[in-house]
């Protein structure tokens, strides 16, 4: 595959942006103009699944205003969609043996007269290994050239990014304690107690503030890891890392401070950011958070009691709908009845209040 070193900047641009800022619409329409500049394609979409599994997906398009309802009239005659749900794998319009059947006509009537184009493609939108919604990706006129190999690895290497950064958009935020920061060399110039805490048990105590490579194996799997982060070609999972000692797990999180601009490469200024995103104390916390006894005290349902587990784990109402697979207003109904089943007003009193009944 073939790309100019224009294009390739604007790629790498991209997905910089999207290890750094949050995921939002506005992040997806940016993302849909490299991809469609690169690939020289003109409608681009990520429709996501609402979790009751009835209600219209969410839809962000480059499509014209008039063809959404016109799609979603027809939505559940479209065979690429159905061929994506039960194979879980990516769909080409123009690879689908007899997609131009008597049963398809009707949706490709549909669709071709509220845009007409020449190929489309659907790839899986994942989130926790499952299927959430699809990205795709169309080129505009009857008489455009189909996608050809290159164009669609193109855009699948795109997506694992772009589904990549969703996933980070569901995890709450820091705490504190759990984040540190480090310049271009690994250095740590700040931490907060927890992962302090983390580093002493990984990495042995004192090695916070250097890298001489006298220190343990562990600790250069993990200058090794930040090194890639920083300086290779970028992947998808690439700013995370796993590091087990004496079957003590730790999960962590990079992030670039400010991808934007220049970076300063100095020692002990800030250049990322290290998010510790789970320790054995967190698992135990979570596994030991027996909800029984308030269930019956409370009279909270199965439901509700896996909202409170939510709360209890810090989080924020999107990660419990899209975990649960229920709607955001759903999980805010659930914590407005227990609210009113316990007496409490916040989330803050519900964790300490439920704690003590334990």
Known sequence: MRISAEDLARMRGLIKKLYSLPFSRSLILESAS????IVDAQYFSLFLFTGDGKSTPIAVSTNPSDYIPVYF???KRDFLLDSLITTGQEVVLRRMHEYDTPANQVFIRA???ARPIS???YFPFKCKGNVSGFWSLARAGLRSPWFSNSDLALF????TFLDDAFQRSLLPPPLEEDVAFLDFQGRVTDAGARIRE????????????TTESSHSDLFRVFLQHYDRFLRRPPRAGGDRLSLCTDGRRYSFLFKLINPQRIPLYCPGL????LRLLECPSMTQSAEAFDLSRAARRYNLTARECEVVRGIYQAQSNKVIAFSLGIDESTVKRHTHNI???TGLRSRVELVQNLSRSL
């Open 34 to 37: 490299v991809v469609c500049r």
């Open 73 to 75: 009239s027809v939505a």
């Open 111 to 113: 669709v071709q007269g």
């Open 119 to 121: 190929d489309v493609s």
């Open 156 to 159: 699948r290497f795109i997506t």
């Open 198 to 209: 983390a580093f002493d048990d990984l990495f042995g105590k004192g090695r916070l503030s």
């Open 270 to 273: 800030p250049h990322a950011s």
């Open 339 to 341: 609210y009113e089943k």
